[in-house]
């Protein structure tokens, strides 16, 4: 039934992609008729003179924040649903599991205190130190939450909450140490989250990040959906799962590290968009992947389009958008996935 469907929903996915892409182009403090947008894209990225300023805002301020909206909600989607696969459970996503947190205070930490790093690797620096904090938090939630080899919601909820407070508070005193008023307003950016520094040049590793963890994720989609009915069956099978568990966690991470260094830290995308693709394609990584990599795209434009246009001219950073949503959708799954188990863990 999910074969069937699967075209048909990245269909629509992806015209709904198209639809909010040019609703995020036309909507801003500056407001623009769809068509007038449509010929500035027809005009290209060099317009003419009857483009004007239509023709700066949609090429040099809207497009590249677009782009990387899509390129982000479509990689921790993508986290997400292979995070939920590895450790087995639905609630998992990079937010609430360490992972973003993880990733903003490495990448916080060079900024503010690593001078010399960013010296030494030029742009390089951010991202690999995203990547590490975001390891070594995925690491440590897991070896928490994993017990008698057993993970249960609750061990895996809580694990994920002790790792982002310490993590938090380490975002914190770095922020207490920061001497500048430029680092201050930086690390509240990872904090929150945002999308208002996208820039052309910086769009082609996360993109390349999300191209090639996708890429590499969906030739693995069949262990995927061994590992999801059962780590027992799974060896059965001939899958060393503790190998390819382990090298999946340096994917994800890599890519979520990547994403953050570049977003800051956007929650909850890695939790709703594969919950809602599970129940529309099902559980098959082979669709559910491409379905949660479009769907996710959808949801964090979309979200940005709020976040530009809800208090303008003030503007509300992205992941106090998807938290807003995210958060009662978190506690309701909670609900349902504590009822499930009985006992809470």
């Known amino acids: 039934m999910s074969r069937r469907r699967t075209p048909v929903v990245l269909v629509l996915l992806a015209a709904a992609l198209v639809a909010s892409a040019v609703a995020g182009l036309a909507l801003g403090a500056v407001r623009m008729a769809p068509g007038q947008v449509i010929d500035v894209l027809l005009a290209g990225p060099e317009p003419g003179p009857g483009a004007g300023a239509a023709g700066a805002i949609v090429w040099d ?60 690797a030029g742009g390089a620096a951010v991202p690999v130190a995203a990547f590490a904090g975001s390891m070594g938090a995925l690491v440590a939630v897991y070896a ?63 993109s390349i990040a999300l191209l090639l963890g996708t890429g590499l994720l969906l030739a693995l989609a069949r262990p995927l959906d061994l590992l999801l009915a059962g780590e027992e069956g799974a060896h059965t099978l001939g899958l060393d799962t503790a190998r390819f568990r382990a090298a999946v966690f340096v994917l994800a991470s890599l890519v979520i590290g990547v994403l953050v260094a570049y977003s800051g830290a956007i929650g909850f995308v890695g939790l709703m968009v594969p919950h809602a693709a599970r129940m529309v ?36 950073p992205v992941g106090v958008v998807t938290a807003l949503v995210g958060g009662p959708f978190f506690l309701w799954m909670l609900r349902r996935a504590t009822r499930t188990e009985g006992v809470a863990g």
């Open 61 to 120: 301020v809207r497009m590249p924040r677009l782009l990387l909206g899509a390129v982000v909600g479509a990689g921790l989607a993508v986290a997400g649903t292979v995070l939920q696969a590895l450790v087995r459970n639905q609630l998992a996503d990079p937010f609430l599991l360490g992972a973003s947190s993880g990733a903003s205070a490495g990448a916080v930490l060079v900024i503010v205190l690593g001078a010399g790093a960013l010296d030494f």
């Open 144 to 206: 928490m939450a994993r017990r008698g080899g057993t993970m249960t919601t609750g061990r895996l909820i809580l694990a994920g909450v002790a790792v982002q407070y310490v993590l938090s508070a380490l975002t914190s005193l770095v922020l207490v140490l920061a001497a500048h008023p430029d680092q201050i307003r930086t690390v509240l950016f990872w904090t929150l989250g945002g999308l208002g520094g996208a820039r052309w040049d910086e769009l082609a590793l996360p």
């Open 281 to 316: 394609v099902g559980a098959g990584h082979r669709a559910l992947l491409p379905v949660a990599a479009l769907g996710g795209a959808v949801f964090l434009t979309l979200a940005d389009l709020v976040a530009r246009t809800a208090a303008a001219p003030e503007e509300i």
